[in-house]
């Protein structure tokens, strides 16, 4: 146990991991000096019949407002008494303290004694980091990679044809009559939704087994199905209900993929279609490179994880769950991930309970760490551009998206987050990597996560474009040379 003396005492004492028991004594003086300071701030802001403001008897503003005023006291002292015990004490807490403030009186010339307790960063020595070394698959792309690529784009611009006959396939696009209940409760009705078979994403909905009700329907058949809103979305009206859908199919359509040549390449704004089959290929590497610099990044961590002993709490675990699938909601937007992929990462996140989880979170506090270290810093600018990124994705302005997350308090986990992310980078930096003969990332999920080539310059386009990271569209203008 640790003691320090100031004007007000405390003592801290250890209760478990992250854990700390601070015991507050406050001293008569300061109880009076801040019972006379708030009778002082009433007798001038509220007006008593018969005086002018500030010149009321104390003794009168004692009996109409004493409760007030204690209530207020109290506060206060709480407030004093524990920013100055973690100034004092140099802890870090990553929640709120806890205390009984039942159980705490406050009455002028008196000491007042309380404790609280309070969560704090797990302590602990950042092991040493420039001698680690990994090994991982080259970047590379392969053909089958960039195939799988091109696939994803020529769909992109494909022709809806109506299906005359046969049932309806993966990958069609239906439009449905469908009407969502939750219960017995009706919660949306849409006469003709359109909806791509295999996507899961009906709006803003996921869907849970509406694909398979659909194939092999023709116009006119009924389906039923479930539905239920992404877990990282957040105010939807909707969130939390277990959703029935039912369905009638009014049209069908299927896409008819146009061939790979020079008018493919036109269409995305290429001479030639050597230029877009080498543009695709650059992109995919650029994509499968990102890939593995994660990779490096959680290799590394997980050697440093290995030499770190940090003890973690079961509720600190529990409730920094929420705070680590907005952390790879965040991530996953930055990428411009399907609505369906992040949905499942987001939901994985907050279903774990176990080491796994732990080891996160663990590896966050290294991160931290690492932080602390490095002094790292981010500039606003940064900041703003990651925040104009989302907006891209989201379909809305930056400016509306900043006040967004500004108002609901995630302007700062953004904030953190990218702290994070700049402190994984500068482990990567630092660690030696060698490349080992592991395959490359299957094609089906480089051709999903891939970045499309320059688009006609359409106004929404044009200003997804302008949110870009700077590193991003010299790229682009690069292979437009």
């Not at 020529?154 to 469908?178: S, Y």
């Not at 967004?404 to 953190?416: A, E, I, M, T």
Request: glycine residues 4%; contains cysteine; proline residues 7%.
């Amino acid at each position: 146990m640790t003691e320090t003396t100031t004007a007000m005492r405390f003592s801290v004492e250890p209760i478990g991991p992250c854990r700390k028991r601070i015991k507050v004594t406050i001293p008569p003086e300061i109880v009076t000096e801040e019972f006379d300071k708030s009778y002082r701030q009433w007798t001038r802001s509220v007006p008593i019949p018969g005086f002018r403001p500030g010149k009321a008897p104390r003794k009168l503003v004692e009996k109409r407002f004493g409760k007030q005023v204690a209530v207020e006291v109290k506060q206060s002292l709480l407030d004093n008494a524990y920013n100055e015990a973690i100034k004092e004490n140099k802890l870090s807490p990553i929640a709120d303290p806890e205390v009984d403030l039942e159980k705490v009186s406050v009455e002028p010339s008196q000491a007042v004694d309380f404790d609280f307790t309070v969560t704090v960063k797990p302590e602990f020595d950042l092991p040493e980091f420039h001698a680690i070394q990994v090994s991982v698959p080259s970047a590379a792309p392969t053909d089958e990679e960039v195939d799988g690529a091109v696939l994803a784009l020529r769909k992109r611009k494909a022709t809806l044809r109506p299906v005359k006959k046969g049932g309806v396939e993966n990958g069609d696009v239906v439009t449905i009559k469908v009407k969502g209940t939750a219960g017995e409760k009706e919660a949306f009705q849409h006469e003709g939704l359109p909806y791509e078979v295999g996507s899961r994403m009906l709006a803003d909905l996921l869907t849970d087994g509406l694909d398979e009700a659909l194939l092999g329907k023709d116009v006119g058949a009924t389906v039923t199905a479930k539905a239920f809103v992404p877990p990282h979305v957040e105010n939807h009206p909707l969130a939390g209900a277990d959703l029935a859908l039912h369905a009638e199919i009014v049209d069908l359509k299927r896409p008819e993929l146009p061939e790979v040549d020079d008018q493919l390449a036109e269409a995305y704004d290429f001479k030639t279609k050597d230029e877009f089959l080498a543009f695709v290929r650059e992109d995919v590497a650029r994509h499968k490179a990102g890939e593995r610099d994660k990779m490096v990044e959680d290799l590394a961590l997980a050697q440093l994880l290995q030499k770190t002993a940090i003890d973690l709490p079961d509720d600190l675990i529990r409730k920094e769950g929420d705070e680590i699938a907005r952390r790879v909601a965040y991530e996953l937007q930055l990428q411009g991930k399907p609505e369906e992929e992040i949905a499942k990462q987001v939901a994985e996140v907050r279903a774990r309970r176990s080491e796994e989880s732990a080891n996160e979170l663990k590896m966050w506090f290294l991160l931290d760490k690492l932080v602390e270290k490095e002094k790292i810093l981010v500039p606003e600018t940064e900041v703003r551009e990651a925040v104009a990124q989302i907006a891209a994705y989201q379909g809305q302005s930056p400016e509306q998206m900043y006040v967004l997350l500004r108002d609901s308090g995630r302007l700062s986990s953004l904030r953190n987050h990218l702290k994070v992310k700049k402190a994984r980078a500068r482990l990567r930096s630092q660690v030696k990597v060698t490349e080992s003969g592991a395959p490359g990332l299957p094609a089906e999920a480089s051709a999903k996560a891939g970045a499309p080539p320059k688009q006609p310059k359409k106004k929404s386009e044009a200003e997804a474009e302008a949110a870009e990271p700077a590193k991003k569209k010299a790229t682009k203008k690069k292979a437009e040379k």
